[in-house]
C-alpha cells in the first residue's frame, strides 16, 4: 500500500509527536512538523529523524496566521493534517479546507472538559474516570466527531501531574492507532459521522 503523507502540528513538549515517529507505521510517512513556537521540543524529536521542520513566526492578525499555516501545509499535500498538542484555535476556513483530513487528540474524555487545563478541571469535578480522545476536527472547538477515545481512572493522591501523565501514557498508543486506521483507508468522516469500515462508530472504546 501507499504510504499515506501527514503534517503534524505541534506547539510543545512533542510527545504525541514522537510516540507517532515511534511507532514507524510502514503505512505512514510524515512529511514535516510545523510548530508555532520556535522553542517547542517536538522540533528536536522531528530533526532527530530526518523530518523536515517549519516555524510559523508571529503575524498581525489571526486570519494571517491560518493563511501562512494553511500555505505551509500545502507545500506537503498531506492527506492527513495530525494537531499534536497544537495550542491555537483555527478558524472556520481553514478547519473547513481540511475538513475530514485534519485530526486532534485532546486530554479529556469529550464531550467532557472540552478547552484547556482539562485535568485540573477533571480533579475538581472529583470524576472517577478521566482520559483522552482523538477526534475530527470542525469549526467548534473540541466538538468533532470522535474516533476513539482512551479511559484510565482518577486514583485517590492524584495530582495534576500524576493524572496527566496517567492520561499521557494511554494518548501514546491511541494517536498511532488512529493515525494507522486513517492511513488503511478504513476511517471516514461522512457527514460529521465518523466510519470505521463503512461502519458508524458513536466512540470506539477501548475495542482493538
Ligand atoms: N480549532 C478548531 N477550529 N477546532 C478544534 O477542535 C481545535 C482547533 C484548534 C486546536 C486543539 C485543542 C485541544 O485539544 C484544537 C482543537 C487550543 C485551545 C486554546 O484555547 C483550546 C483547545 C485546543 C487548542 N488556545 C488559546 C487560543 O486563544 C491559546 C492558549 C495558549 O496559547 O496557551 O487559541 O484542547
Ligand atoms: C497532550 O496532553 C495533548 O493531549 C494536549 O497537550 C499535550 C501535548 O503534549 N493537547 C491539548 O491540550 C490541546 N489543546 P505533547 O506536546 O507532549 O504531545
Not at 499555516?69 to 499535500?77: E, G, S
Not at 485535568?119 to 474516533?147: N, W
Not at 495530582?159 to 501514557?169: F, G, M, P, S, T
Request: glycine share 6%; charged share 20%; proline share 5%.
Amino acid at each position: 500500500m501507499k504510504k499515506l503523507p501527514i503534517v503534524v502540528l505541534i506547539s510543545g513538549r512533542g510527545s504525541n509527536l514522537k510516540a507517532i515517529i515511534d511507532a514507524q507505521d510502514p503505512l505512514v510517512e510524515i512529511k514535516a512538523v510545523i510548530s508555532n513556537k520556535s522553542k517547542a521540543g517536538g522540533l528536536l524529536y522531528a530533526k532527530q529523524a530526518n523530518i523536515a521542520t517549519e516555524v510559523l513566526g508571529k503575524f498581525t492578525s489571526k486570519l494571517e496566521f491560518d493563511q501562512a499555516l494553511q500555505t505551509c501545509i500545502d507545500k506537503y499535500q498531506p492527506k492527513l493534517v495530525v494537531l499534536a498538542g497544537f495550542m491555537r484555535i483555527l478558524s472556520p476556513e481553514f478547519v473547513n479546507h481540511y475538513q475530514g483530513h485534519i485530526i486532534n487528540i485532546h486530554p479529556s474524555l469529550l464531550p467532557e472538559f472540552k478547552g484547556l487545563h482539562t485535568h485540573k478541571r477533571a480533579l475538581a469535578a472529583k470524576v472517577k474516570q478521566h482520559g483522552a480522545s482523538v477526534h475530527f476536527v470542525t469549526a467548534e472547538l473540541d466538538a468533532g466527531p470522535i474516533i476513539i477515545q482512551a479511559q484510565v481512572p482518577v486514583l485517590a493522591n492524584d495530582d495534576e501531574n500524576i493524572l496527566a501523565a496517567r492520561v499521557l501514557n494511554e494518548e501514546h498508543r491511541i494517536y498511532p492507532q488512529a493515525i494507522h486506521w486513517f492511513a488503511e483507508g478504513r476511517l471516514k468522516l461522512y457527514k460529521q459521522q465518523v466510519l470505521l469500515d463503512n461502519q458508524p462508530i458513536e466512540v470506539s472504546n477501548e475495542n482493538f
